[in-house]
């Protein structure tokens, strides 16, 4: 059969029919927050390069979390931003209970307990004075086995502090492994990895970088993926998985969604995928400019992810597309 008796514009005719038969729908108890805190702010500051972003206070914090469970986000991801006199070589302070993001940490689980998923980003590169993932061999590069061992005191860290699943961000070769198994060993068994299998070095992450106040100097590629090569994420995730990863990630989203599609039909654990910072801001930036319609973008950006395989998204709108998805549905 075709044209005139297939037409297919009969299920696009009106909003009630489109709704009806949509193929790919978001939820808000898909989308994740991430969320800065800043050491010793008092007020949130505004990130000039993501408009509406902010680094929060440890009480504005509190507060933004909660908004965001009241919307029905599924989840919520935490980064401390340390002050300059906190940094070091090793990053001590991400390890430290009274570091900052293991003090926010515990000060959301004090405000919204088990009524999200309290996440944790697992890297030293917010606390290191020269902003690498990890820790600097003499001829300065990583260390990825001192590194490994920084990772699972870290991990341990978190989940005292009540994170219910910790982000393994730092692309070390082994840091799933590392990590599962010194939470096992400290009787945390139940905190689930989160493994950022297939993070690549891309050109998405400069306005991420102001929000955490980076320090690096360089690039990361000799750790981070090459964004020309997909069967190596294939074998990332094959290893993440193998080493105990409960949910596995592809960062940034967009630039792969060709990535996340090969990753549903490879693996049957869940998959994230991570809008980053500069999909964020190429949005926001057009939007602002009257080129595009923001919050139609902003859905339909969203849909993509969700339509290439991810089962959950972390995006810096997580609270406000929750409000337009409860609303339009």
């Known amino acids: 059969m075709s044209y005139p008796d297939v037409r297919l514009r009969r299920l696009r005719r009106s909003a009630a029919i489109r709704r009806l038969v949509e193929e790919t ?11 800065f805190v800043k050491e010793g702010l008092t007020e949130p500051r505004a990130i000039s390069s993501m408009p509406g972003a902010v680094q929060h206070s440890r009480e504005s914090l509190r507060k933004a979390a909660h908004e965001a469970v009241r919307a029905g986000v599924g989840g919520l991801m935490l980064y401390g931003v340390p002050t300059d006199d906190h940094k070091d070589e090793t990053g001590s302070q991400g390890l430290a209970p009274d570091g900052i993001l293991n003090v926010a940490i515990s000060d959301v689980i004090a405000e919204v307990g088990d009524s999200t998923v309290v996440m944790s980003d697992l890297c030293l590169d917010e606390f290191t004075s020269h902003g690498h993932c990890g820790v600097l061999a003499d001829d300065g590069s990583v260390d990825n086995d001192a590194t490994l061992a920084l990772y699972a005191r870290m991990g341990v860290a978190q989940a005292t502090a009540g994170a219910h699943m910790v982000g393994t961000s730092g692309m070390m070769d082994g840091q799933v492994g590392a990590v599962r198994k010194a939470l096992d060993a400290a009787n945390f068994q139940d905190t689930s990895i989160l493994a950022y299998a297939a993070k690549y070095a891309g050109a998405f992450y400069g306005p991420f970088r102001e ?38 990630m ?22 994230a995928a991570y809008q980053v910072s500069g999909e964020y801001a190429m ?45 339009r549905y």
């Open 25 to 35: 729908r978001v939820a808000p108890a898909e989308l994740v927050l991430p969320l």
């Open 211 to 248: 929000a955490v106040e980076s320090s690096l100097q360089g690039d990361r590629r000799q750790y981070q993926q090459d964004p020309g090569n997909a069967r190596e994420a294939l074998r990332e995730t094959d290893l993440d998985i193998a080493e105990g990863a409960d949910v596995v």
């Open 250 to 271: 592809v960062k940034p989203a967009m630039p792969y969604l060709d990535i996340i599609t090969r990753l549903r039909d490879r693996v049957d654990i869940p998959i």
């Open 283 to 327: 949005i926001e930036a057009a939007a602002a400019n009257n080129w595009i319609d923001r919050e139609r973008a902003i859905l339909e950006s969203l849909t993509s992810i969700k339509r290439a395989g991810a089962q959950i998204i972390l995006t810096y709108w997580a609270t406000e597309a929750a409000q337009l998805l409860r609303a």
